[in-house]
């Protein structure tokens, strides 16, 4: 018994075996010609996968309405046949048996029972309706998460906000500001370029910080990322990763520092350093739109090249190399992960990284194509001048707690259980959750868990009865991905959000409804719930569409619309009409009549403000505190992502192979120092809890650090047995102690930990 725990908990090595290419579609289509004639249920249909940012195009294997098998579609020109195991694996999680079929409601005993969804959504409105009076809309909040994008998200976003703003709360959370928010609050403090970077665009150059995107499709555009990064470095492109950990795709660098943990800000001000010294930068695009390179300057001269590199752990001349290699480039594109971002300074990192952008001139110019516009949204117009900073970062959203605020970012999501907790006017009292899993993903479960637990009411749109769902009211059960007809406008959004999302192209596709929902369910669409609470509420239904400005017309709704009467409605005006993306079913790239940016306004005197008093006296602050260095017996413990799973969605027996857990990777070295072999026990214990995990060897891990995934563990049961559950890294993370000022974000990454063998006694526990 012990051994077979044992045995599994070692299945988890560190790199897996590279993703298998589809090799199944086209043996089928020739299985259906040898049948031809006869009248055969059995289909491959075209689709496009949901259950990650990658949205690949599909080819599924249907038997009436029955999901037998999903292969990458070889007939799409951006994804070329590729998939992974998570998306090969869906048939799996639509018929599986403990799916939640009809919406639940929570007993006074805590246990759930089944209601009707009408019966649901009458009690939901009634409740929101009375916190709402007794205690104004701010009692009413909202959080969407990672399943919410990548889901239908085109249709259920506008109704969601609808929904929002008809009951006038600002109180609106995602999982931005616990992700890489310092991206939207740096540019307050840099300014706006009025086009797209150049981004995937044919780059001679890329610096990767902190980010994998062999694994998580961010970083490299949507489509088959290994290929990609094939084709890219056969081009010459010069690649620079900056990580701990000498990830899947720091193993292909030209340049890779592998340096310690949590000195991004130093390593972006000593790049910064060379490349200014050693005038390395666009002269002509700094004078025309760039103010503070000075000051800049002045700044950087309390930054030494050689200490920067020492503090990090690298080779300066390989540190002064990468940042020459990357601004002598003639092309290129800098994408922060969720490595610095989650380091506590992501604002700060991210500042520093538009600023090496700026002053390599990375932005299009008058006359340059924008390769990803928009398909299925309206094209926007492109102009190649300048927009200053924000002139005070703050929206109008406010926390009552730590002073914190809205910015560009979004709300401060990680002291939502706070602001939850805290007695008096204001209070949070409800939560509308809509694919997202605030129990898993939120740093601190411990707070989290007692905040969702004291809500008057909390309602998850989930078709799993997740750690959320068990301390909710109400859990309401949508369809899956193939059960959705819909487009892909989610990836239009994203290509347009920052550098280093979406596409690399102007790529579209549509689908039909592939799979038959269940019998016997009780289904919504998530965009039918919000429409269905507006109703209930008594507001009338009126939304704006995606990719139209705030002031926009919006779309009335007097009846309940057709999911193929909404799609119309919502990409009314799209750059390429949406009868044309349907009739190309397999998926294309519409490279005709791309957006062409224009020539700025010559009277604009508006300036990318690259010296930021406020961003330099932070800067200043991280230098001087470059020497401190955490005790020696302690561990840094790093965040991770795995292939097989996403976030806590997908970590089913099909895709993880019998591995329930989140091993605790480490170096050989530091094994031998703990004196554990492969599939131990160990504690790891933060200023805030601890917990229990099976160490996996991995000598890609810098010594002294662990690299351990999230969202794993029995949020309510911490003592349940880590090989069965694996363990929460959020029940060692404070929110409070070390965060980004700006969108609240704490330090996920570089968190100081104790680890111990675990005792006999601790290790039996459970056995
Ligand atoms: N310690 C630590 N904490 C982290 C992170 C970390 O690296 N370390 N990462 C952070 C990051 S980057 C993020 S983005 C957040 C993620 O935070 P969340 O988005 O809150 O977490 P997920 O686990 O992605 O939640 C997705 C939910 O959607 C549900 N779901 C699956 N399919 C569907 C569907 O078809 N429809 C609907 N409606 N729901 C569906 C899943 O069951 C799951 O409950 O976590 C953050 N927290
Ligand atoms: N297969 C898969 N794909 C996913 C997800 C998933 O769970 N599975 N999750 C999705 C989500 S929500 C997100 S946000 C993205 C995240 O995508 P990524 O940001 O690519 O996430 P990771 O692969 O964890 O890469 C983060 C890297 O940062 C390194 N790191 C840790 N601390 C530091 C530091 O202080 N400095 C530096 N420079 N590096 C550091 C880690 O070692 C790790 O290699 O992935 C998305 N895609
Ligand atoms: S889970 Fe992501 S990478 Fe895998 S097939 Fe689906 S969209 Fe593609
Ligand atoms: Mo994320």
Redesign the pocket.
């Known amino acids: 018994m012990a051994r077979d725990r044992r045995a599994r908990a070692r299945a988890g090595a560190a790199h897996g075996p590279p993703a298998r290419q589809a090799g199944g579609p086209r043996r089928i289509a020739a299985d259906r010609r040898a049948r031809g004639g006869l009248t055969v249920m059995r289909e491959l249909k075209p689709s496009f996968c949901?259950?990650c940012i990658n949205q690949c195009s599909i080819l599924v294997d249907v038997d009436d309405g029955h999901v037998l098998a999903v292969h990458g579609n070889p007939d799409n020109p951006q994804y070329q046949g590729y998939s992974c195991i998570k998306g090969r694996s869906q048939g799996a999680y639509l018929s599986a048996p403990d799916r939640v079929l009809r919406p639940l409601r929570r007993k006074a005993d805590g246990t759930h029972e089944e209601v009707t969804s009408d019966a649901a959504l009458n009690e939901i409105a009634e409740s929101l309706v009375r916190l709402r009076d007794r205690h104004g809309p701010r009692s009413i909040a909202s959080?969407w998460?990672?399943?919410?994008s990548v889901?239908n998200f085109g249709a259920g976003m506008p109704f969601f906000t609808a929904l929002l703003d008809a009951i006038g709360t600002n109180m609106r959370f995602d999982?931005n500001t616990?992700?890489?928010g310092g991206k939207q609050s740096a540019q307050s403090f840099l300014g706006y370029w009025g086009a797209p970077a150049m981004g995937f665009d044919r780059p001679d150059a890329i610096l990767l910080i902190g980010i994998n995107p062999l694994l998580t499709y961010t970083g490299f555009p949507s489509g088959s990322p290994k290929r990609w990064l094939a084709e890219t470095l056969a081009r010459g492109c010069q690649l620079i990763v900056i990580d701990p950990r000498e990830s899947h795709v720091a193993a292909q660098a030209t340049h890779f520092l592998q340096a310690r943990p949590g000195n991004d800000a130093l390593i972006m001000a000593a790049i910064l350093k060379v490349v200014i010294e050693e005038k390395l930068y666009d002269r002509a695009f700094v004078d025309a739109h760039v103010t503070g390179l000075d000051t800049l300057r002045t700044a950087l001269h309390s930054i030494d090249v050689a200490a920067v590199a020492d503090t990090a752990g690298v080779s300066a001349n390989l540190l002064a190399d990468s940042a020459r290699t990357y601004a002598r480039a003639r092309r290129g594109y800098a994408m922060a992960g969720?490595g610095p971002h989650?380091s506590g300074f992501g604002t700060l990192i991210e500042y520093l990284v538009l600023v090496l952008e700026t002053i390599c001139g990375r932005w299009l110019r008058a006359g340059d194509v924008v390769k990803a516009s928009p398909s299925l949204l309206p094209a926007f117009s492109a102009r190649a001048q300048a927009r200053g900073p924000d002139p005070d970062w703050a929206l109008a959203g406010r926390m009552r707690v730590r002073g914190l605020k809205q910015s560009r970012a979004g709300m401060p999501t990680a002291a939502l259980a706070e602001e939850m907790l805290l007695p008096g006017e204001g209070r949070v009292r409800s939560l509308l959750c809509?694919?997202?899993?605030?129990a898993?993903?939120?740093?601190d479960q411990q707070r989290t868990i007692e905040a969702l637990k004291s809500l008057e009411l909390f309602v998850?749109?989930?078709?799993?009865f997740?750690e959320?769902?068990k301390l909710a009211h109400y859990v309401l059960p949508?369809?899956?991905?193939l059960e959705v007809e819909t487009a892909t406008i989610f990836m239009d959004w994203l290509s347009g959000r920052a550098t280093g999302y979406g596409q690399g192209q102007a790529h579209a596709q549509y689908t039909q409804q592939i799979a038959r929902r269940p019998q016997g369910s009780d289904l919504l669409e998530?965009w039918q719930i919000f429409y269905e609470l507006m109703v209930r509420m008594g507001y009338p239904v009126e939304v704006l569409p995606f990719g139209r400005p705030p002031e926009g017309a919006k779309v009335r709704f007097d009846a309940r619309p057709s999911n193929a009467e909404l799609l119309e409605k919502l990409t009314e005006g799209s750059r390429v009409p949406l009868d044309v993306i349907k009739s190309n079913r397999h998926g294309h790239i519409y490279d005709d009549g791309l957006i062409v940016v224009q020539p700025g306004d010559p009277a604009n005197t508006a300036r990318l403000e690259v010296g930021h008093p406020e961003m330099l006296a932070w800067l200043s602050e991280v230098v001087g505190a470059q020497s401190a260095r955490s005790p020696s017996n302690e561990f840094r413990l790093l965040?991770?992502?795995e292939n097989h799973v996403?976030?806590?969605?997908c970590n089913r027996r099909v895709t993880n192979k019998g591995r329930f857990h989140n091993p605790a990777f480490l170096h050989a070295d530091d094994m031998a120092h703990l004196g554990v072999v492969d599939g131990d026990e160990v504690e790891l214990s933060s200023e805030l809890g601890k917990i229990r995990a099976l160490v996996s060897r991995d000598d890609h891990v810098l010594p002294g650090t662990v690299s351990m995934?999230?969202?794993y563990g029995d949020a309510q049961n911490p003592e349940a047995d880590p090989v069965l559950h694996g363990a929460?890294?959020?029940r060692l993370?404070p929110t409070d102690r070390v965060y980004d000022p700006y969108t609240g974000q704490p330090r996920?990454?570089n968190v100081g930990v104790q680890i111990m063998k675990a005792t006999a006694d601790q290790s039996l526990h459970d056995a």
């Not at 809509?434 to 605030?438: A, E, H, I």
């Open positions: 949901r259950c959080y998460g990672t399943m919410a889901g999982p616990i992700d890489k969720t989650m809509w694919g997202g899993n605030p898993m993903a939120f740093p998850t749109i989930d078709p799993w997740t959320s769902g949508p369809p899956m991905g998530e965040c991770r992502r996403y976030n806590s969605s995934a999230f969202a929460s890294p959020n993370i996920m990454t």
